[in-house]
C-alpha cells in the first residue's frame, strides 16, 4: 500500500511518455491514454484520500534514502485533498479538451499529462529542492499549453508569462540556496526543526531567504503586485487549458500554507511576512475587483474572478490561524471549480457567438440561449457567492473566521464589484443581442464536462456541514506538525 | 576568493537584471541566462568554497559538499532547456507579431 503514495506522479508521466511515442495522426488513442490515466487517477487520489483520513501522515523515501539525505513524498490529508481536487478538475478539463481542442496543437495531450505530473508532485514532495523540480515540470508543460492553438495574443502573453516564471525560478534557486548554505538541509521537516533554532546572521539569512520563497509563491499564486501576468495569460489561453490553471494558482497557495504551516507557526520566525501577505492580499483583492468591473472580455472577467478567488484566500491564509483555514480550504475547493467550470461555459459562448467571440459587446442572438443563460446565471450565482450555492456558504464561513473589518469590507465590496461585473456581461451577451444566429451547435461532449464542474457547486452547498468539518479536519492535522516531522525526521518507510 | 566569488556572482546578476528590463526579446533572453549563471555560481558556493578537494567524503581529508553540485546539476539543465524554449518562442512571437519588442510593437521607438 505504501506505493500508492507515488502513483499519482507516475501515472501521468508514464501516460505523457507513451503518448509521446504515439503516432500523431491516431488521435483517438492519444485521447483514450490521456483520458485512461486522468480517469485513473480520480480512483488512485480517492484511495490516498482514505488512507490520509485515517490521520497519519504517509511518508515516501524514493530510493530508501533516509529522510533528511534522501528525497521525500508525503502524504498528508491536505495533499490528499488537494490531489483529489486536481483529478477531478483534469478529468472534466480533458473532457472537454477531447471534443475537439486537443487538434489545434500536436502534442496537447502529452504536455496535459506532464503538467499533472507537476502539480501532483509539487503537492506530493516533502524537499523544497524537488518542489522547485516539480515547479518547473509543470511550468514548462504550461509554457506550452498556455501557447496550444495559434494566435498572437497568445504568444504576446505566453511570452510575459514564460520571462516572468524564468525569473521566479531564479529568485527561487536563490532562496533555497541561502537556505541550504544556512541550515544545511532542504528537507522541509528538517529544515522547520533547524528553523527553530536560528540566531543571529543565521537567522537574518533565513529570513531574506523565506521573503523571496513569499516572492516566488506570490508570483505562481498571482498575488499583488504579481498577478499583472495572470488575466492576459487566462484570458488568451485555450478553454481546457485555461479550466485547468484554475488549479495552478492554488499550487502557489498550497506552498504559502504548507511553509507556514510547517516552519512559521513558532519559533524565531514565527509569522514572518504574514503582515506583508495580509495587506498584499487585501490589495490584490480590490484591484481584482476593479480588474473585473473594467473587464472587456468574458475570459478577462473570470481571470479576475480568479484573481480575487486567491486575494480572498491568501487574506484568510496569512493570520495562521487554524480556525480560518477550515473554511479557506471550503473556498478553494469551490472557487478552483467554479472558476474552471467559466472557463469553459466562456469558450461554449465563444463558440456560439461567431466574430463577436467574447467580446462584451452587442452580439448575434445565442443557439441555446435559454440554456447557455441558465448556465451562467448558476455560475454567475455560485462564484460571487450568492446563497443558495457553494460560494456563500464559503464566504459565510470565511467572513465568520476573519472577524477583521477591512477583510469584512473588501470581500463583500469585492463580491459586489464581481456581482456588478458579471450581470453586465450576462444582460450584454444574452440580451444585447441583434441579427441572425451564427453559432456552431453545441457539442453534447463540450457540455457535459462543463455541467459536471458546475453541479460540483450545489453538492459543495448540500453537503456544506461534512465538507466543513472535513476541511477543519484537515485544517487541525496541518496545526500540529509535530505528526509530520515525526513521520518524516522519524525513519518511517 | 569569497570576495572574487561574491563580486562574480554581483556582476552576472546585475548585467542579468539590467538586461531583463530591456525591450527586446533578444536582450531579455541573454538577461535570463547571465541571471541564471549568476544564480547557479551562487547556489555552487553555498556549500563552501574549498580548492582543490575532491567532492567524495574518504578521498580527501575535507571534502567539498557534492550536494550543491548536484543542485548546481539540476539547476544547469533545467535552465538550459528554458532558454532553448524561450529562443523558440522569441522567434515566434518576432515573426507573428513582426516585431521583436516584448509587448509585440513599438511604443517609443527606443532599442
Not at chain 1, 166 to 179: D, M, Q, Y
Not at chain 1, 248 to 262: E, H, N, S, W
Not at chain 1, 368 to 395: I, Y
Request: aromatic share 8%; glycine share 10%.
Amino acid at each position: 500500500m505504501t506505493h500508492w503514495i507515488i502513483a499519482p506522479i507516475l501515472i501521468p508521466a508514464l501516460a505523457g511518455l507513451l503518448l509521446l511515442l504515439e503516432v500523431r495522426e491516431r488521435q483517438r488513442l492519444r485521447r483514450v491514454t490521456g483520458l485512461l490515466s486522468c480517469i485513473a487517477l480520480v480512483p488512485v487520489a480517492l484511495v490516498l484520500w482514505q488512507q490520509a483520513a485515517q490521520g497519519d501522515v504517509g511518508v515516501y523515501q524514493l530510493g530508501n534514502w533516509q529522510a533528511p539525505f534522501g528525497i521525500v513524498l508525503v502524504l498528508d490529508k491536505l495533499s490528499a485533498l488537494m490531489l483529489l481536487l486536481t483529478a477531478v478538475l483534469a478529468l472534466a478539463a480533458l473532457l472537454y479538451g477531447c471534443a475537439g481542442d486537443d487538434r489545434r496543437g500536436p502534442n496537447f495531450h502529452s504536455l496535459f499529462q506532464f503538467q499533472l505530473m507537476g502539480i501532483n508532485g509539487a503537492f506530493l514532495t516533502g524537499d523544497l529542492f524537488n518542489l522547485f523540480v516539480f515547479f518547473e515540470v509543470l511550468l514548462i508543460a504550461s509554457y506550452g499549453l498556455a501557447l496550444h492553438g495559434r494566435g498572437p495574443e497568445r504568444v504576446k502573453a505566453g511570452l510575459h508569462y514564460v520571462v516572468l516564471n524564468l525569473a521566479g525560478s531564479a529568485l527561487f534557486l536563490i532562496a533555497l540556496g541561502l537556505i541550504y548554505g544556512t541550515t544545511g538541509t532542504l528537507n522541509m521537516a528538517d529544515f522547520a526543526v533547524k528553523a527553530q533554532a536560528l540566531e543571529g546572521s543565521e537567522q537574518i539569512l533565513v529570513t531574506v531567504a523565506v521573503l523571496l520563497l513569499w516572492v516566488v509563491f506570490g508570483l505562481k499564486a498571482a498575488l499583488f503586485p504579481l498577478y499583472f501576468w495572470l488575466p492576459a495569460t487566462y484570458a488568451n489561453a485555450t478553454a481546457p487549458v485555461a479550466a485547468l490553471f484554475a488549479i495552478m494558482t492554488k499550487v502557489g497557495i498550497y506552498a504559502i500554507l504548507r511553509m507556514q504551516a510547517l516552519a512559521f507557526s513558532d519559533g524565531p520566525l514565527a509569522g514572518l511576512g504574514a503582515d506583508l501577505l495580509w495587506w498584499l492580499a487585501l490589495v490584490t483583492l480590490a484591484l481584482a475587483a476593479i480588474g473585473a468591473l473594467s473587464a472587456s472580455r468574458l475570459g478577462g472577467l473570470v481571470a479576475y474572478l480568479v484573481v480575487m478567488s486567491v486575494g480572498t484566500l491568501v487574506a484568510a491564509l496569512s493570520l495562521g490561524d487554524p480556525g480560518t483555514v477550515g473554511p479557506a480550504l471550503y473556498y478553494l475547493i469551490h472557487s478552483t471549480l467554479i472558476c474552471g467550470a467559466l472557463f469553459l461555459l466562456c469558450d461554449l459562448l465563444r463558440r456560439s457567438r461567431g466574430d463577436s467571440d467574447d467580446r462584451l459587446e452587442s452580439g448575434p442572438p445565442l443557439a441555446h440561449g435559454n440554456w447557455l443563460g441558465a448556465a451562467f446565471f448558476a455560475a454567475a450565482v455560485a462564484v460571487v457567492g450568492l446563497p443558495p450555492l457553494s460560494g456563500f456558504v464559503g464566504k459565510l464561513a470565511l467572513l465568520q473566521a476573519v472577524p477583521s473589518a477591512p477583510y469584512w469590507a473588501l470581500l463583500l465590496l469585492a463580491g459586489l464589484a464581481g456581482l456588478v461585473g458579471l450581470s453586465r456581461a450576462g444582460s450584454t451577451l444574452f440580451w444585447r443581442v441583434h441579427g441572425e444566429v451564427v453559432g456552431k451547435k453545441l457539442g453534447k461532449r463540450r457540455v457535459i464536462p462543463m455541467l459536471a464542474l458546475l453541479l460540483v457547486s450545489p453538492a459543495l452547498t448540500l453537503a456544506a456541514e461534512p465538507m466543513l468539518q472535513l476541511c477543519a479536519g484537515v485544517a487541525d492535522q496541518l496545526a500540529d506538525q509535530t505528526i509530520y516531522i515525526r513521520a518524516v525526521l522519524g525513519g518511517a518507510s | 576568493m569569497e570576495l572574487l566569488v561574491a563580486l562574480i556572482i554581483g556582476v552576472l546578476v546585475a548585467t542579468g537584471v539590467y538586461l531583463c528590463l530591456r525591450a527586446r526579446t533578444f536582450s531579455v533572453v541573454l538577461g535570463l541566462t547571465l541571471l541564471g549563471y549568476g544564480v547557479n555560481v551562487f547556489l555552487f558556493s553555498m556549500g563552501g568554497l574549498k580548492i582543490n578537494q575532491v567532492a567524495v567524503v574518504g578521498a580527501s581529508a575535507d571534502p567539498t559538499d557534492p550536494l550543491t553540485q548536484a543542485l548546481v546539476l539540476t539547476a544547469i539543465v533545467i535552465g538550459f532547456a528554458m532558454t532553448a524554449f524561450l529562443v523558440v518562442l522569441a522567434l515566434r512571437s518576432q515573426g507573428e507579431q513582426h516585431s521583436d519588442h516584448v509587448d509585440g510593437q513599438d511604443g517609443e521607438q527606443r532599442s
